[in-house]
């Protein structure tokens, strides 16, 4: 299994600390007691003081308890949070009742534990509390007590205003609960897909670093290989000039000396040819990649030249970057995949510019996410972890490898754009465009 394919999507269980749903409930229960005491002092408005004092006061001991029973920094299941966060939707429908229902102002606050669950919990359980509170809107509308007000001013709202009150409400918890789920999914997906970024570019390095270990490992091995030099020396002496085992003994000698050549280069990898090891023409790291691609039924066809025959620009060279290498080899393993009997990569060149194309005849990107092209989880392969759309070669499409890629060369300095071939051929085509100065470390840079 790969890197990328052990990140999930995203999580959905176990998101949200019962800390906060704690502390937002204090949030309620210090905003309740002060709206009802303003409400029967300083305005001197009659509500029934006692009945909503033992609904905050239910609030207040429900915090309690959940603060000694349980740590504040326990991620609690979706269940348990749904339950409460369901609890807060009947305790503020009671307390409205109690204090006008509907032509109360603060029926707003209906939002708050929809909109906790859309950016927290799964979408069941949104539903089912977004429904709870919906239920509860349509209930105050009919059944209440009086708004609290002044003996003296007979106040009543007309139907049409509750039946608009009651249509903003169910608008307004509608709206808020897609749009903050949309932005929380969102939010998660590119944590996830970074994540796996992460894991990708974490492989790449432990590759370079192999360099390290065997500086390491040169070091380590020198001193035997140079025992194993000085008794063959030894050796050689103590034998007769007619013996037949001199001849062994000095291949032995001639092969421990280019044993210890090998490794003081590895020892010194700084002193290793540049050009040799360190930097790649273009048209060569073009081949390196697409060798192991070719095959029976995909032909794929390679165009390398300067963008203008007169300039006479020489090819580029580019110094062995493991972000480069891994998103153009992800790029044309998806051109082989979707490709249905060619794949052409196209390079061209300029004194100023390296630009790569790579265009396949399959059926090329679907317009329907063509939008979403190069974001985290977007493919055209069967979905991740869902069985039944495997394709016949139990391929399973994840929708981070355009995103890997795209990010991983943007980060060496390329713009990436993703098109369709123009009508009437087919496929997808991708374009990579490099300033050369930041690619180019040979002497045309």
């Known amino acids: 299994m790969t890197e990328t394919a052990q990140i999930a999507t995203f999580p959905e269980y176990g998101l949200l600390r019962l800390r906060t749903l704690v502390r937002l409930r204090w949030l309620a229960v210090i905003g309740q007691s002060l709206a009802v005491i303003i409400v029967l002092f300083p305005l001197g408005y009659k509500l029934p003081l006692s009945a909503c004092l033992a609904l905050i006061a239910v609030s207040a001991w429900l915090n309690v308890f959940l603060s000694l029973r349980w740590p504040g920094s326990q991620r609690i299941s979706s269940r348990a949070a749904g339950v409460l966060l369901g609890y807060d939707v009947l305790q503020l429908a009671a307390l409205l009742y109690l204090t006008g229902g509907l032509e109360n102002p603060f029926t707003l606050l209906f939002l708050v534990p929809v909109t906790v669950s859309a950016t927290s919990l799964p979408l069941k359980w949104t539903a089912a509390l977004g429904a709870l509170a919906l239920a509860c809107a349509t209930l105050l509308a009919f059944r209440h007590l009086p708004l609290p007000w002044p003996d003296s001013l007979n106040f009543s709202l007309p139907p049409v205003y509750l039946a608009g009150t009651w249509a903003a409400i169910v608008s307004a918890t509608i709206f808020s609960a897609i749009y903050a789920r949309r932005i929380a999914e969102e939010a998660r997906q590119m944590s996830s897909a970074l994540q796996a970024t992460e894991l990708v570019l974490a492989r ?9 270990l065997a500086a390491a490992a040169a070091h380590e091995l020198g001193t035997p290989l140079a025992t194993i030099a000085l008794v ?3 050796l050689k002496h103590e034998l007769p000039a007619t013996s037949a085992h001199r001849e062994d003994i000095d291949l032995l000698i001639s092969q421990a000396a280019r044993c210890r050549v090998i490794l ?19 048209e060569a790291m073009l081949e390196d990649m697409i060798a192991p691609l070719r095959g029976p039924d995909i032909h794929i066809g390679v165009d390398a030249a300067p963008s203008v ?42 004194p100023t510019q390296v630009k790569l194309t790579v265009s396949d005849d399959g059926p090329g990107f679907e317009q329907t996410i063509f939008d979403r092209l190069g974001d985290p989880f977007v493919t055209t392969r069967p979905g991740y972890g869902d ?59």
Do not use: C
């Open 309 to 350: 025959a007169k300039s006479a620009s020489p090819a580029p060279v580019f110094r062995r970057n493991p972000a480069i290498t891994y998103g153009l080899g992800n790029l044309l393993e998806n051109a082989v995949d979707f490709a249905v009997n060619r794949v052409d990569v196209e390079a061209r060149w300029s």
């Open 264 to 282: 003081t280069r590895l020892a010194k990898p700084e002193e290793i040819s540049d050009d040799m090891y360190q930097q790649v023409g273009l």
């Open 387 to 445: 069985a039944a759309r495997l394709d016949e070669s139990g391929h399973e499409g994840m929708g981070l490898g355009l995103f890997i890629a795209k990010t991983l060369l943007e980060r060496s300095g390329a713009s990436v754009s993703l098109t369709n071939r123009k009508f009437p051929l087919k496929g997808a085509m991708i374009s990579i465009s490099w300033p050369r100065a930041s690619v180019d470390v040979g002497k045309s840079a």
């Open 232 to 234: 063959a020396k030894e």
């Open 204 to 212: 790449e390095q432990r590759l370079s670093a192999l360099d390290g």
